[in-house]
């Protein structure tokens, strides 16, 4: 079994619950992304409908598990990561 997290989002990391500082945001996000795969959990990246976003590269456990797609790639996308 293999645990694996599939985190979909534009990308732009413009505010949450604590900040609004994209910065910040983008900190967070790679910290807990780091942990993440420490723990050996396999994370693939999808952003839609926003152009390039290094922290969500970043994040992907290996650079063919980040996707940058438009909304009507969404299901290629997911099919690709199930077979994967």
Do not use: H
Request: with cysteine; hydrophobic share 40%.
């Amino acid at each position: 079994m293999q645990q694996a997290i599939i985190l979909f989002s534009d990308g732009l990391n413009t505010e949450n619950r604590w900040w609004s500082d994209q910065a910040k945001i983008d900190a967070r996000q790679a910290l807990l992304c780091a942990n993440v795969k420490a723990a050996g959990i396999t994370i693939y990246t999808v952003l839609v409908n926003s152009g390039f976003s290094k922290v969500m590269k970043d994040c992907a456990s290996k650079p063919e598990y980040y996707y940058e797609i438009t909304t009507g790639q969404t299901v290629t996308a997911f099919n690709s990561i199930g077979t994967s």
